[in-house]
């Protein structure tokens, strides 16, 4: 990673979304998550932002590049939830009737 690059919006969404799991696991107290977020949102780049976790521990899925298989498991579910609904209230509406 070259510290020099200029921080995407996407960048700094990213560490925000990781300094909450470290104040969710105790790591960070409120005051610090508010106060490393408002830096984090002032970053220019790359070593801004990596300056900001440098002092916690990696997240557990930063290993490897995300799985696409847990992403479909996860919609297959909520499609079988939403269809099960649909089922559901349409039943109820012929009941009603």
């Given at each position: ?33 508010s106060?490393?977020?408002?830096a ?13 976790t ?11 590049p ?32």
């Amino acid at each position: 990673m070259d510290v020099e690059l200029r921080a995407s919006d996407d960048d700094r969404q990213r560490v925000v979304a990781e300094l909450q799991g470290h104040t969710a696991a105790g790591r960070l107290t409120l005051d610090e998550f508010s106060d490393r977020v408002g830096a984090v949102w002032n970053a220019r780049t790359l070593g801004d932002l990596a300056a900001l976790t440098r002092d916690l521990p990696a997240p557990a899925g930063a290993a490897g590049p995300p799985s696409t298989t847990h992403g479909r498991r996860e919609l297959l579910v909520v499609f079988a939830a939403a269809a099960l609904t649909l089922l559901l209230l349409g039943v109820f509406m012929a009941v009603s009737r």
